[in-house]
Every structure is written in structure tokens, then in C-alpha cells.
């Protein structure tokens, strides 16, 4: 069967019912669409009968709410669909209005309809198939080729438990109010209401919370970004997406699940944001995570004169797939950190180099356990060209670099032995932009020159892949060298703390010294991939071999390494 690349799921079973056939239905739809699923939910609608069927409004009840939330749950098993709930039909008590009055445009409009609809015998029954393709195009802007396919039987129905007729979902929506809330309670409608957060890499669980969001408002909702100050505790921040993009991602998701609503999206620059100021805003939406600080936010607002928000609390969504160092719950930190090892940008071309050889340039602040991961790919069998190696040869008497070193910073910078004293040396240039680009002015050249000397060295032992070793790899120009940039970021907090353990510096130092470099931020802008040693060695050690044998996959045969 052909597979598409956007479709519309139209679910017709009462929720009760389908909350337990729910994930053999996601596994079938994701052998059929490969990127966009749009779902439609329609309980109780007749795809068999003579009429052709219309859209009808949907009560919101916490019931509903909860479906929405199970069904994203569900769909982070298929973390390769971008599953989007469509919430235009789903209304609340006090605005039940005539339901898709016009086609809907879609940002990826669906090139094949499924339903769960269950016909008689389970064939691929050409009446209902019909209906069903006439329903999807009176709501929704689809594909001219739009294709159908009953989902039944192939889900499996009768593999299942059959559930009890009033069997209810397990809460996940908590009202402020301390009144018990019920599952089948209408959920009520407001004017304005905000959300916010970081939504790097949109996923399912952000989903939940902007979809809650998106029921509850009428009219507006404002969304807060997290920006700047905000993100600077974020786990591996080099790794987020810049704001422009994940407000992108942001309207084209709004837009499609409910395009009534005015959407306000805005940089979150502190906690409160426009939730502490906005005094025309009624409700709030937090997780389970962010509850205390929409309690914050009431507080913030009481002592400024203002109304308390209704505030919402959405349950975490629990990953079932999460490694030993990632975070039990759905997250984008846990998405940051698979991405480790992996390209992030296509490999230069370098024509100029020796024939035969694929040469990486390896980076990173100082402290950031660089030197450990060139061991650890030596292993591997990388041939090593360590540039702080070929920087004392630079400086060693008679080197290339020594005597304009010397007489460029004077003989007070010597041992008594004639070496030049490199502790000396740094103390004067760390810091000093001009003391240091006159010393880098001098050195860089000439490692290069004896980097590329190793490289013939490489290709004379039969090696077909090295890696040069250098902090300053891309301060220097010298990623014109290689093939990929390989950059390994850790937080600066935690290089300043292993520098002073490793080096004897003071803090002050050890920041100073990192001042003079280019930040992670800046390194990882320019790399072909990332890692991070800020877990224990094991987890290093997996990163890379994942990142080695991913290098191996797009290595010309020619390069591939041999241990």
C-alpha cells in the first residue's frame, strides 16, 4: 500500500470505546502517512448511511480534554508523525456556534483520509469511502488526489478487551477550582487566556498544553516564548532552536488546530511575563512542572491590584523510551540530547586536502573534555593531531615559533633553560585582545603549517581519517582544513570548575580565559556535530561510538576506517 506524507485521521467511535483501540489505530495510520497527521474526532458519526454527514459541534468536557491528552500520549510511540488534533469542531457550553462554515486550510493539506469507522463485513467498502472523502473536503483544504482507506479491521478490534460502556480515561486536566471536577463536566469558555514556555522542538507534550489552551480560549491567546535570560539553564541551551524558528513551528501548529483564535506570540524575557501583567487575561495553562510558578504568577498579580487567573495544571506526559541520563518525562531537553552524535549540517567538501584522507576538527571551550573524546576516537582508530602538541614544538628553541615569540613578548617570558615559560606567556595574553592577537598572529600560521605536514604523515602510515585536536580550530580559520566540524559543549560553569581543579587557576582566571575564546553557542553555529561530556564516561563513550559509526555510514568507502 502507497504511503503519504500528510493524512486525516476521522475518529467516529464514542471516546469511552476508542480510548482502548486507540494505539492499534496510530500503529496502523503510521504505516500509512510518514510526516503530518491531522486527527478530526467526530464520535458517534454514521459514515454508512444515506445522507452524507456534516460536521456538529462537540461538547468540551474534562472528558475530552483527557481523550486529547491520552491521544498525544499514544502518539509518542510514532515520534516520527507530527500528530495535530484539530479542535475547530470541539467547543465549549457558552460558544456552541455552526461548526466549519467554510473549508479549513491546512498547512499540509492531507493527501489521504482514514477512518475508524467500522463497516459490516470490514472491506474496503466503496459507499463509506465515498462519504468519507466528501466529509473531509467539505471541512477541510485537501489534496486533489485524495486517497481513503477504512482502518477497520485492520486495527485489530477484536483482539481488544471489551471495555465497560461508561469506562472513563484517567484524569490529567486539575481546574483550580477545589471543586471535584467530573469527567463528563462541560469545560468552561473564556474571553483570553495565556500559556508558556520554551517550545524548542515541538512535541507531543507541548501539544497537550496549547491544545487545552486553544479549548479554553474564545477569542485570544497569548503565548509566551522563553528568550534569553530564560534559557540560560536550560540543559545543552547551544542546542535550542533559535526563538524565530520555534515561533514558526509555534503559528503554523496554532493556526492549523484552531484557526478562530487570535493568536499573540511574544519573547518571555522573566517568569511572569504578560500572565503578571495583562490585566484583561482569565486563565492560565501550566504542567504539573510549572504549577507553582502560575501560583507565582497569582500572587504577583494580587499584590498589583489585579484578578487571580484561572489556573489549569496539565499532567506530565511519561517517555516510554527514555535512556538512563534522560528525564522520565516527554521534554526537549531529552530531544537536545539524542540529538548529540548526530549531523546537524552536511560535510565540506575539501579538494585541497591529501587524497584519501577525511579529516575532522574537533573544538570546545576550554574544560570541555575535548582532549578525552580525542581519546576516546583514537580508540576508535582516528589518527590524532594534537594542535597543543604542535604548539610546543612552535615554541620549543629553534621551532618556528620561538623566536618571534620572544621577540615579540621579551625575554622575561623564558625559564631559565631558554623555554618559553607558557604560564607566563598566557598571563599576558589572556584577556588582552591585542596581546593576543599578536601572539595568535604569529602561531596560528605555523600550526597549520605542521597540521597539514601530519596530514601527509597520516596518509604515509595508511590512515584515512584523523582529527585534529584544537580549541581554537574555528578561531583560527582552520575548519578550511577539514571536512567536519566536530564541537563538544558543556556548561560554562562546569568549565570554569574543572579548569581550576585542573589548572590551579582562580575562578576569575578560569572565566577570563574562556572570555578570550568563542563561546559554545558560537561553536556549535558553525559544527557539523555535537557532543557533551557532562555525563558520566559511559555516556560519553556512547555518544561517540553513536557518532563514529554514524561518520562511518556517510564515509566514502574509501575513507572508512579499519581498527
Not at 19 to 48: C, E, F, K
Request: net charge neutral.
Amino acid at each position: 500500500m502507497a504511503v503519504f506524507r500528510s493524512g486525516l485521521l476521522v475518529l467516529t467511535t464514542p471516546l469511552a470505546t476508542l480510548a482502548a483501540r486507540l494505539p492499534p489505530i496510530l500503529t496502523s495510520a503510521s504505516r500509512l502517512v510518514n510526516h503530518t497527521l491531522y486527527v478530526h474526532l467526530q464520535p458517534g458519526m454514521n459514515l454508512g448511511g444515506p445522507a452524507q454527514p456534516q460536521a456538529s459541534p462537540v461538547q468540551a468536557t474534562f472528558e475530552v480534554l483527557d481523550f486529547i491528552t491520552h491521544l498525544y500520549t499514544g502518539a509518542d510511540l510514532h515520534r516520527h508523525l507530527d500528530v495535530r488534533i484539530l479542535l475547530t469542531n470541539i467547543q465549549t457550553k457558552s460558544t456552541f456556534l455552526p461548526v466549519l462554515s467554510s473549508v479549513q486550510n491546512l498547512a499540509h493539506p492531507p493527501e489521504v483520509v482514514l477512518t475508524d469507522f467500522q463497516t459490516l463485513d470490514g472491506s474496503q467498502y466503496n459507499p463509506v469511502k465515498q462519504q468519507l472523502e466528501r466529509y473531509a473536503t467539505s471541512c477541510y483544504s485537501c489534496s486533489p488526489q485524495l486517497a481513503s482507506v477504512l482502518l477497520y479491521p485492520d486495527y485489530g478490534t477484536g483482539e481488544l478487551p471489551l471495555e465497560p460502556p461508561n469506562a472513563l480515561l484517567p484524569s490529567t486536566i486539575r481546574p483550580a477550582s477545589p471543586v471535584a471536577r467530573s469527567p463528563r463536566q462541560p469545560v468552561r469558555g473564556y474571553h483570553r487566556g495565556a500559556v508558556g514556555g520554551t517550545f524548542d522542538r515541538l512535541h507531543n507534550a507541548h501539544k497537550v498544553l496549547l491544545s487545552v489552551a486553544c479549548v479554553l480560549a474564545q477569542e485570544q491567546l497569548v503565548v509566551g516564548v522563553a528568550d534569553k535570560d530564560l534559557l540560560k539553564s536550560k540543559l545543552l541551551p547551544e542546542l535550542l532552536q533559535p526563538y524565530a524558528e520555534r515561533v514558526e513551528h509555534l503559528t503554523e501548529f496554532l493556526v492549523d488546530i484552531k484557526p478562530s483564535l487570535t493568536f499573540e506570540l511574544i519573547p518571555l524575557l522573566d517568569p511572569y511575563g504578560p500572565a503578571g501583567s495583562d490585566p484583561t487575561l482569565e486563565f492560565l495553562v501550566v504542567s504539573e512542572e510549572t504549577y507553582r510558578g502560575g501560583m507565582a504568577v497569582n500572587r504577583f498579580r494580587l499584590e498589583n491590584g489585579k484578578e487571580e487567573l484561572a489556573l489549569y495544571q496539565i499532567q506530565l506526559l511519561k517517555d516510554q523510551s527514555h535512556n538512563d541520563n534522560e528525564e522520565d518525562k516527554v521534554s526537549s531537553s531529552s530531544f537536545r540530547q539524542r540529538i548529540l552524535g548526530n549531523l546537524l549540517q552536511p560535510p565540506n567538501e575539501r579538494p585541497e586536502l591529501p587524497s584519501g584522507l577525511y579529516v575532522l576538527g574537533l573544538t570546545g571551550i576550554s574544560g570541555s573534555g575535548k582532549s578525552s573524546v580525542a581519546q576516546r576516537l583514537k580508540n576508535l582508530g582516528a589518527y590524532i593531531i594534537d594542535s597543543d602538541h604542535l604548539g610546543h614544538r612552535a615554541y620549543a628553541p629553534g621551532g618556528p615559533a620561538y623566536q618571534p615569540v620572544v621577540e615579540a613578548f621579551g625575554t622575561d617570558i623564558l625559564h631559565k633553560d631558554g623555554t618559553i615559560n607558557r604560564k607566563v606567556l598566557g598571563s599576558r595574553v589572556f584577556g588582552n585582545k591585542k596581546q593576543m592577537k599578536i601572539l595568535t598572529d604569529i602561531v596560528w600560521p605555523v600550526i597549520a603549517k605542521l597540521a597539514r605536514e601530519e596530514m601527509d604523515v597520516a596518509v604515509a602510515k595508511g590512515k584515512t581519517l584523523c582529527v585534529i585536536d584544537a580549541a581554537m580550530l574555528l578561531e583560527a580559520g582552520w575548519q578550511s582544513m577539514v571536512h567536519e566540524v566536530w564541537t563538544v559543549v558543556i556548561p560554562e560553569t562546569e568549565a570554569v570548575r574543572r579548569i581550576v581543579e585542573r589548572d590551579g587557576l582562580s575562578e576569575a582566571a578560569a572565566q577570563s580565559r574562556l572570555q578570550s575564546q568563542m563561546s559554545g553557542q558560537q561553536l556549535v553555529e558553525q559544527s557539523n556535530v555535537v557532543l557533551s561530556t557532562l555525563w558520566e564516561s559511559h555516556v560519553t563513550q556512547r555518544q561517540v561510538e553513536k557518532a563514529w559509526n554514524l561518520l562511518q555510514k556517510r564515509l566514502p568507502k574509501a575513507h572508512q576506517t579499519r581498527n
